[in-house]
Nanobody, 123 residues
Framework: QVPLVESGGGVVQTGGSLRLSCAFSGRTFSDYPMGWFRQGPGKEREFVAATTWRGSNYFYADSVKGRFTISRDNTRNTVSLQMNSLKPEDTAVYYC????????????????WGQGTQVTVSS
């Protein structure tokens, strides 16, 4: 089990910004592509964004392209998600985890999630 601790969520108005952070421990962080996922009320968990091992390439869900930016710091074992121009439909619990760049799903070597961080966007 890899401890993952997400933080930075909160309540923001439409058009506002938030920056989420995730601390990773227990394994070698730079061995894994990392990503963010989210689960909205009554919805399945979905892929949001991912970055490669060194953070040189990025992948985004169509719904967040141009608004969200993922980044990682391999010296601090952290991955962040800068969220701008937030919309009510971005309301969800946000999770970070290792990701499969092929499937945009949870990396096959991982089977647990952190507690997530709640993002609420009011209209």
């Amino acid at each position: 089990q890899v401890p993952l601790v997400e933080s930075g969520g909160g309540v923001v108005q439409t058009g506002g910004s938030l920056r989420l952070s995730c601390a990773f421990s227990g394994r070698t962080f730079s061995d894994y592509p990392m990503g963010w996922f989210r689960q909205g009320p009554g919805k399945e968990r979905e892929f949001v964004a991912a970055t490669t091992w060194r953070g040189s390439n990025y992948f985004y869900a169509d719904s967040v392209k141009g608004r969200f930016t993922i980044s990682r710091d391999n010296t601090r074992n952290t991955v962040s998600l800068q969220m701008n121009s937030l919309k009510p439909e971005d309301t969800a619990v946000y999770y970070c985890n290792a990701v499969s760049l092929t499937t945009k799903a949870l990396h096959p070597g991982f089977d647990s999630w952190g507690q997530g961080t709640q993002v609420t966007v009011s209209s």
